[in-house]
T-cell receptor, first 112, second 115 residues
Framework: QKEVEQNSGPLSVPEGAIASLNCTYS??????FFWYRQYSGKSPELIMF????GDKEDGRFTAQLNKASQYVSLLIRDSQPSDSATYLC????????????FGAGTRLAVHP | ETGVTQTPRHLVMGMTNKKSLKCEQH?????MYWYKQSAKKPLELMFV???????ENNSVPSRFSPECPNSSHLFLHLHTLQPEDSALYLC??????????????FGDGTRLSIL
């Protein structure tokens, strides 16, 4: 089992809809969770991070963490074509501080 | 502008060449990282430096040699690379924190092609 699992996609949603991106992980010791957005040919850009169970909202983005079920999600409300990118989930904590484990990413396509 | 600058942006080299990648961060961070990103694979952590000291070497072949002269600068020296080393090499930085992982901020990367 991979340490961090993401559906590779593409996840296709219409403009204005809610995009839901999911990430499951195997290490129960993980303590910190990050979502990055990566446009084709560009570097990863931090979108959100979450440390505690529950929801964390920032503008159109909401991160949801459920440590008991070992998943973390990213919701994007009012999706725009500019949101089309690959979204990377990353975990930190039990592997040592300052060490993040990345998933392979989910490609999101928002069509007009 | 992410606050992390990498040069060069693109590099083509032969297998017998020696070259270096450079990374500089202007965020006041004290942890720096090298990652490798190959097509359709997850980001692979290569090296971690905290306060100029190497704290992680993720079983990286010796043909990759990192150097961290201070908390703001990080180099990756390349020597006798193989075609499978062609990839995007990303530098990142973060605040060092022994309690919880702080967010890492990435540079734009160096696209490396080995002939």
């Amino acid at each position: 089992q991979k340490e961090v699992e993401q559906n590779s996609g593409p996840l296709s949603v219409p403009e204005g809809a809610i995009a839901s991106l999911n990430c499951t992980y195997s290490d129960r010791g993980s303590q910190s969770f990050f979502w990055y957005r990566q446009y084709s040919g560009k570097s990863p850009e931090l979108i959100m991070f979450i440390y505690s169970n529950g929801d964390k909202e920032d503008g159109r983005f909401t991160a949801q963490l459920n440590k008991a079920s070992q998943y973390v999600s990213l919701l994007i409300r009012d999706s725009q074509p500019s949101d089309s990118a690959t979204y990377l989930c990353a975990l930190g904590g039990s592997g040592g501080y300052n060490k993040l484990i990345f998933g392979a990413g989910t490609r999101l396509a928002v069509h007009p | 502008e992410t606050g992390v600058t990498q040069t060069p942006r693109h590099l083509v080299m032969g297998m017998t060449n020696k070259k270096s990648l450079k990374c500089e961060q202007h965020l006041g961070h004290n942890a720096m990282y090298w990652y490798k990103q190959s097509a359709k694979k997850p980001l692979e952590l290569m090296f971690v430096y905290n306060f100029k000291e190497q704290t992680e070497n993720n079983s990286v072949p010796s043909r990759f040699s990192p150097e961290c002269p201070n908390s703001s600068h990080l180099f990756l020296h390349l020597h006798t690379l193989q075609p499978e080393d062609s990839a995007l090499y990303l530098c990142a930085s973060s605040q060092e924190d022994r309690e919880v992982n702080q967010p890492q901020h990435f540079g734009d990367g160096t696209r490396l092609s080995i002939l």
